[in-house]
């Protein structure tokens, strides 16, 4: 995903505001906001963006891959696995 330098971002949210499943706004919005920390290609990722994303989460903690226990992210409510970031560098 690091590579996708082009992505659409409004488009991106219009996908998931279609789909209304609040898990995949968790886990576009927390894999999008690590990019944007970690990623040339994302670091113009709008703020304002990652939080509307974010105001559709709900306070009840979910796992961002199904059943892999880490610690929580408060900002996305999920649990992480340890290695997560690990993996994503190799997408």
Do not use: C
């Amino acid at each position: 995903m690091e590579g996708l330098g082009d992505l659409n971002f409004q488009k991106l949210v219009n996908l998931l505001l279609k789909r209304e499943k609040e898990i995949l706004f968790r886990r576009a919005g927390y894999i999008l906001e690590l990019l944007k920390n970690h990623s040339p290609f994302y670091e113009h990722l709008n703020d304002h963006l990652l939080n509307r994303i974010a105001e559709t989460v709900s306070k009840t903690p979910r796992y961002l891959v199904d059943e892999e226990k880490g610690p929580l992210n408060d900002r996305w409510n999920l649990y992480v696995p340890d290695d997560f970031e690990e993996k994503l560098r190799g997408i």
